[in-house]
């Protein structure tokens, strides 16, 4: 006889032990990359540093992390949930051995056409960008299709948190659009400027997915309220978190 886990089992499948297990690798490859740039120093900014290998390992590991959590608290097929979630720990690593390569050889990640290993490891970026896109989309539709399991407050929270993620995949897809026009045609160093004014609101944007879900985990847990004033709580959260969104936007675009 089968038996079916409830959404949000705290038991892990064996697709989310192994994005926990990448998730972590992950993230230790950006610790790793910050020990190297403290005793090899160079600049922070600018598109060769060794900042691109620390904060995507960084961010790609807990971002993995976080949705390999949130899904187990949307109603899915066993299957899709193996495929995306496969596909996507593979495109995490994918992305961050790109850059981490690339940050090793001492030349530009993104947007970098100058020779015809460099464009293969530019245009792979570009194509795992957007299966992150396709593969985030899916569980984003997944979470509005039918209301997530999980404590007072979660669904909200789970369905803020994808739409707001969306902002931040339209905003590095528009990036990447924009920088690979300006190098076809010519303009490199236009390229890798042209990317600044959208950097807050992509960077902040990608995270409302983990922060949102784990505001309404922590109260679940930490807390005696009742459901009713969780809700409003994570309501309050999903107003606030839209406001820093749109503070990273104006910035963006100000600075």
């Not at 990317?195 to 944007?205: D, E, F, I, Q, R």
Request: overall charge positive; glycine content about 12%; aromatic content about 8%.
């Amino acid at each position: 006889m089968t038996t079916t886990r409830a959404p949000g089992s705290r038991t892990l499948r064996p697709v989310e032990r192994d994005c926990l297990v990448t998730g972590l690798l992950l993230i230790a490859s950006g610790l790793l990359h910050l020990a190297v740039f403290a005793v090899d120093g160079g600049p922070w900014t600018g598109p060769v540093s060794w900042r691109k290998p620390v904060t995507f390992g960084l961010s790609f590991g807990v971002t993995l992390l976080a949705v390999a959590w949130v899904a187990s608290y949307l109603r899915i097929g066993g299957r899709t949930r193996t495929v995306v979630l496969g596909l996507f720990a593979a495109d995490c690593v994918l992305e961050v051995g790109g850059i981490t390569l690339q940050a090793w050889r001492h030349v530009p990640s993104h947007l970098n056409m100058e020779s015809a290993f460099d464009s293969v490891v530019s245009m792979s970026l570009a194509v795992g960008g957007g299966l992150l896109v396709v593969l985030l989309t899916v569980l984003a539709v997944a979470a509005f299709r039918h209301r997530p399991a999980g404590p007072a407050g979660m669904a909200l929270a789970l369905r803020a948190g994808f739409a707001i993620l969306l902002v931040g995949l339209a905003s590095g897809a528009a990036m990447i659009a924009r920088g690979v026009i300006l190098t076809r045609t010519g303009h490199q160093l236009d390229a890798y400027a042209s990317t600044a004014p959208l950097k807050p609101l992509h960077g902040v944007s990608l995270h409302a997915v983990l922060v949102l879900p784990a505001l309404a985990w922590l109260m679940a847990e930490g807390t005696a309220w009742s459901a009713e004033v969780r809700e409003r709580v994570v309501a309050a959260g999903v107003w606030a978190y839209g406001a820093a969104v749109l503070g990273a936007a104006a910035w963006g675009l100000l600075a």
